[in-house]
Nanobody, 123 residues
Framework: QVQLVESGGGLVQPGGSLRLSCAAS????????MGWYRQAPGKQRELVAT???????NYAESPEGRFTISRDNAKNTVYLQMNSLKPEDTAVYYC?????????????????WGQGTLVTVSS
C-alpha cells in the first residue's frame, strides 16, 4: 500500500560525502515524521536523525554535526546529507516514516520502513 525506496548508498572513502534519498509512494493521505536509522554489522539498529512534517530536525549524538536531514513534502521524499564520513559510519541505512492512509473511508496510521541502502566507508 505504501512503499519507501531508498537510494544513494555506495562505497566512499573516509572524509567523503554521500546523499541518501528516500521516496514514499502509494495511497498516502499525509506523512508525519520521517527519519533515518542505521544498522552496522553485528549491532542493533540505531537512530540517526528524524524530521517532522514542519521541518524540525533532531539528531542522534553519533553524527556529531556531520549529517543533515531534510525533506521535500511535495515529493514525499526525505534526504540525508552525510559529510566527513568515517569508517564507523559503515552500515545499512534505513528510511522510516509515519504515514496516514485512508482505507474504506477510515484513516489509518502506518509505520513504514524502507528496504535499506548500504553505505561503506573505506579506503
Amino acid at each position: 500500500q505504501v512503499q519507501l525506496v531508498e537510494s544513494g548508498g555506495g562505497l566512499v572513502q573516509p572524509g567523503g560525502s554521500l546523499r541518501l534519498s528516500c521516496a514514499a509512494s502509494g495511497s498516502i493521505f499525509r506523512i508525519n515524521g520521517m527519519g533515518w536509522y542505521r544498522q552496522a554489522p553485528g549491532k542493533q539498529r540505531e537512530l540517526v536523525a528524524t524530521i517532522t512534517s514542519g521541518g524540525n530536525a533532531n539528531y542522534a549524538e553519533s553524527p556529531e554535526g556531520r549529517f543533515t536531514i531534510s525533506r521535500d513534502n511535495a515529493k514525499n521524499t526525505v534526504y540525508l546529507q552525510m559529510n566527513s564520513l568515517k569508517p564507523e559510519d559503515t552500515a545499512v541505512y534505513y528510511c522510516n516514516a509515519g504515514v496516514v492512509v485512508v482505507t474504506s473511508g477510515a484513516y489509518r496510521y502506518l509505520e513504514v520502513w524502507g528496504q535499506g541502502t548500504l553505505v561503506t566507508v573505506s579506503s
